[in-house]
């Protein structure tokens, strides 16, 4: 509990003549505590509260300086001979992908594992989708011996269907027929034309093909 101390004649007093009332450092930061958690009041901000807390318990004010001031040891200027040309140092991959390949298969660890001997942390891949729905922009992080993870830096999506797109007729198809027929359209069993570059490509031109066929 709190003391009071009038031994002293020359302690000091009051503005009534009462003599001051000496706290002791618990009860000091208890009192800052609940001001700075005073819902009612506009309180103290923490960083303030531990600077009272940090004099409270005896360290000098002059001491006290907030973690968002306090200096940070200065790295070393970077030195000309660890800035080198990137050629020899990492390298950069093409890799094309099959049809129905999504960003999930790229981030799975396993889909790299015939490559894992070829690649070296650090280097790159640019992956294209053969079917030009996407092109994805990969770091290689870690390398196992039959898997590897990598940091998916962009996906670019190339072909993104509009929803309000031309719905397909029954009995009417879009499809990829590989890299050689690519995107088609079809009826039935029967292709009406090829070598689309995209889905949204052959899908507009079906939409097309059937507008001037029900004229």
Not at 2 to 12: G, L, R, V
Not at 118 to 137: L, Q, T
């Amino acid at each position: 509990m709190s003391e009071i101390k009038n031994d002293n004649p020359d302690a000091m007093s009051g503005t009534d003549g009462s003599p001051v009332i000496e706290k002791t450092p618990e009860e000091t930061i208890a009192e800052l505590e609940q001001k700075a958690r005073n819902p009612e009041g506009p309180g103290e901000s923490f960083e303030d509260l531990n600077k009272r807390q940090a004099v409270a318990a005896g360290m000098p004010a002059s001491e006290v300086v907030d973690i968002a001031d306090a200096p940070r040891e200065q790295v070393p200027d970077l030195p000309a001979r660890r800035m080198v040309p990137a050629e020899g140092r990492f390298m950069v991959w093409d890799a094309t992908l099959d049809h129905g390949t999504t960003r999930e298969d790229l981030e799975r660890t396993s889909f790299w594992k015939h490559n894992t001997t070829r690649v070296k942390p650090f280097d790159e891949i640019r992956a294209i989708c053969e079917d030009g729905s996407f092109v994805a922009y990969l770091i290689v992080q870690a390398i196992g011996p039959k898997d590897m993870k990598v940091h998916v830096r962009e996906f670019v999506e190339m072909d993104k269907i509009d929803p309000n797109a031309l719905a397909i007729p029954q009995g009417y198809k879009v499809d990829w027929g590989g890299r050689i027929a690519m995107w088609r359209a079809r009826q039935g069993s029967d292709v009406l034309k090829e070598g689309f570059q995209t889905e949204s490509e052959a899908r507009r031109w079906l939409g097309s093909h059937l507008q001037v066929m029900n004229r």
